[in-house]
């Protein structure tokens, strides 16, 4: 998409789950937030969403909105810089920084380009991990657009399963790593974080929900990544979630945060060598 693209928004009380298999196409991302469904279009589809509801009796056709895809980014479009790396949308030049990696990310219609505090500190903490060892097989929880998971192929893993609940972000993710050309090392799933945990990974990256991390870090499983990066906490759920790392096996080895208000950790199971 283009940032002057107009977005014509379904809002549909329920989960519509068959959304992708019966409008093929020309639905360009179902995002699921609860129990509501948004479905995004590049045109106005008012005629197919009927047919399509009129056999799903457990969805009701809430309101449509218009907008413009700037207006559905917040305006947020431009490239942006983290430590190594330098992010652009694909309807901006290929930037010319020789010691920068350079990444192509399309946000889609998810809200992930990385200017949110949570991603650019979970960028840092990944090439601190990388600067001391190189991690071969990573799992990204709440990969969102996958920028996580493309940082971490070109510091060095060699294969990431990547993890979303919405199906917004699953495309959007897989459409990056082809934009990239990394598809054959990032694996991309839609799913609940808890059920992919124990799946094994050198390294964990999870910028997700405080409800969510609290569920992941209560499995033996989470014990048992050598590297740990956990984003998406604000100030009270930081010093719980330090909490009980402390009294684990994990040292937490450095931290940031973003106006004292936004927090990420860093840990390291110390007896994994």
Known sequence: MNPDDLLYIYELEGVASDAEKFLGFSLLAHWKEGESSFLFFPEPREEELKVYLKTRPHLTWVRSHQMRYREWQGGCLEALSVGKFIFTPPWLPEPREPDKISIRVDPGVVFGSGQHPTTRDSLRALQWVYEQEQPQTVLDLGTGTGIL?????????????????????????????????????????????????????????????FAVIQEIIKDKAFF?????????????????????????????????????????????????L
């Open 149 to 209: 998971a493309l940082a971490a192929v070109l510091l060095g893993a060699k294969k990431v399963l990547a993890i979303d609940w919405n199906p917004a972000c699953v495309r959007s993710a897989q459409k990056n790593a082809e934009l990239n050309r990394l598809q054959s090392s990032i694996e991309v799933y839609e799913g609940r974080a808890e059920d992919y945990i124990h799946n094994p990974a050198d390294l964990l990256l999870a910028n997700l929900h």
């Open 224 to 272: 048992e990544k050598k590297w740990v990066v956990l984003s998406g906490l604000l100030r009270s759920e930081y010093l719980e979630v330090k909490h009980r790392l402390g009294a684990s096996d994990f040292e937490i080895l450095k931290e940031w945060d973003s106006e004292f208000t936004w927090f990420t950790l860093l840990g390291r199971n110390k007896w994994i």
